[in-house]
């Protein structure tokens, strides 16, 4: 606090605004990567589908990145709107 007159008081903060651009950059390119892991795995979700047309069950045992979980049971419900699906960090699971 800075205080100008005897009754007169300023907060006063630092900023650093090359670290506040680093951190809003990081975020932004973390963002950035999930979704190109998202479009990755949809499209090789895809082919394999696409591979394989007389599937009915897919499981897949494996650990998914935590940030990514919720991202890839968006896509798929997106992409296969009447599939069942089953989304964990252990397990993913999809019924065509």
Known sequence: MVCVSSNTCINQYVY???LYEKIKEEKKNAFSLLGKHVNIFEQDLCQLIEQLKKIVFLDIHGEIDEAKVEPY???VQRRFPNSQTDVE?????LWL
């Open 89 to 93: 960090i252990l397990r993913f699971r």
């Open 16 to 18: 650093d605004t090359d």
């Open 73 to 75: 049971r968006s896509m």
